[in-house]
């Protein structure tokens, strides 16, 4: 009876923490053909085959992710960009209404070892496509949509970005750091369910492990 009543309580337990939440295998969804490229093209990562890689382009570009609608909640990702200035903007697309609008939060490893001031201050951004741009959100709102990581990762290792999206507002944290590193007020209104792996101009970027919770 007690060993019973052990196992029911394991299984209310595994139910309540799944509820929820989704695990997508990026990796499936490859070989599925569920991955729409964007200016890109999508291979497998690596000897375990659980990573994709979108590769470098002169312009920006997405993975829209078939099968899965979001429009608020939590996105958990596992990057890996590299240490190589101007030349690794890695991150994750949402709210994408079409191929050139779209809601993006994005990571600038080269700058994660930055001594300059200024190169610290750019490590996470916030963009609305097309029209507010990094260059015009820093040229006309200069700090607010941008920020630097008090406990960077390692440039050229994986790190874990869990972006918490409501109506108003995104929320981005970094690993095991508490506090989120950018908190911004929302450019766009929910216009779309879809969802996206992201990397800038002449950048390529490694992607696994994606969660969404409601």
């Known amino acids: 009876m007690e060993k019973n009543r052990l196992l029911t309580l394991v299984f209310i337990l595994i139910s309540m923490n ?15 053909q569920k991955i729409k490229a964007v200016n890109r093209s999508i291979t497998i990562y690596g000897d375990k085959g659980d990573a994709i890689e979108l590769n470098a382009e002169n312009s920006s570009g997405l993975g829209i992710i078939e099968d899965i609608e ?3 909640g939590i996105i958990e990702i596992e ?7 101007g ?4 991150g994750i697309a949402f709210n994408i209404e079409n191929d050139e609008t779209y809601e993006a939060v994005y990571f600038r490893p080269f700058n994660f070892k930055a001594e ?19 260059r015009k959100l820093r040229e006309e709102r200069t700090g607010e949509f941008e920020n630097e990581i008090n406990m960077p990762p390692d440039p050229d290792d994986w790190f874990k970005a869990i972006i918490h999206i409501s109506d108003k507002t995104v929320n981005v944290y970094v690993n095991d750091l508490p506090e989120p590193v950018l908190t ?12 996206g792996i992201w990397t800038g101009f002449g ?6 492990n994606l969660v969404i919770k409601d």
């Open 116 to 134: 300059e001031q200024i190169r610290k201050e750019h490590m996470v951004q916030y963009i609305y496509h097309p029209e507010f741009t990094w």
């Open 203 to 208: 950048s390529s970027g490694r992607f696994r």
């Open 184 to 195: 911004v007020d929302r450019l766009s209104s929910i216009k779309s369910t879809s969802i």
């Open 79 to 85: 990057l890996l960009g590299e240490n190589n200035p």
């Open 18 to 32: 799944s509820v929820g939440q989704e695990q997508i295998s990026l990796s499936e969804k490859f070989y599925k």
């Open 87 to 90: 030349k690794s903007f890695i």
């Open 70 to 72: 979001f429009k608020k």
